[in-house]
């Protein structure tokens, strides 16, 4: 009896293996408050800023229920009442997928996300297609969903290049080699959330890194 056990565990296990197979890439998350500054500004913020972030996947290569996610771009743009880093109650979140994913592949990233990051996005109150644009080129990123969100953002050159004690957060999600950087552009405009932000000048305002999920 335990040997067919554990070949029935065994089974169901490669069987969950195959329907939710590993999705990896490149994450990168910016804030509305700086993630890497001086205790005194870090103080300013914490009360009244960092209730909105812009969270992106970009996915080199993965499947999820069976269906090929290779090459593709979701952004969530989270807002709360709070400070995220203290506010997971009342989070709303939008989910934006190219216009070029099939109805296949954009019911297969809300599922993964919402099964996989529920926590960090809280209720998803709207899924939206637009045109997403994705670059990188050495150390610097730039993403563009539609007319709603520009964002353009410039890492440091290695983990090591930053003082750890001035690293006030954490990425809202789990993340391999994260390392912090500076949005140079940072707006977004829509009327799925009550929030509006257009950045002037840079701010370290921004987490880079690797996803598996």
Not at 52 to 75: K, P
Not at 196 to 205: K, L, R
């Amino acid at each position: 009896m335990k040997s067919i056990f554990v070949l029935t565990t065994l089974a169901l296990t490669l069987v969950a293996g195959f329907a939710f197979a590993s999705v990896q890439g490149e994450y990168i998350e910016a804030r509305s408050a700086s993630v890497y500054v001086g205790a005194c500004h870090f103080g300013a913020e914490y009360v009244e800023g960092g209730k909105e972030a812009t969270l992106v996947w970009n996915i080199h290569e993965g499947n999820w229920n069976g269906v090929s996610l290779n090459d593709l771009t979701v952004v969530a743009v989270i807002s709360a009442k709070d400070n995220l880093a203290i506010d997971a109650k009342t989070r709303k979140s939008v989910l934006y997928m190219d216009v070029n994913t099939t109805p296949e592949q954009r019911a297969a990233l809300k599922d993964m996300l919402t099964t996989k990051r529920a926590d960090v996005l809280g209720e998803v109150i709207a899924t939206q297609t637009a045109p997403i644009t994705f670059a990188k080129k050495d150390t610097k990123y730039d993403v563009k969903v539609g007319e709603v969100l520009t964002l353009s953002a410039n890492r440091y050159p290695c983990a090591n290049c930053t003082q750890p004690h001035q690293i006030w957060y954490k990425p809202l999600t789990m993340i391999q080699n994260p390392i912090v950087g500076k949005s140079e552009v940072y707006r977004y405009k829509d009327s799925h959330l009550p929030v509006t932000w257009q950045q002037s000048g840079a701010e370290n305002n921004v987490f880079v890194g690797d996803f598996s999920m």
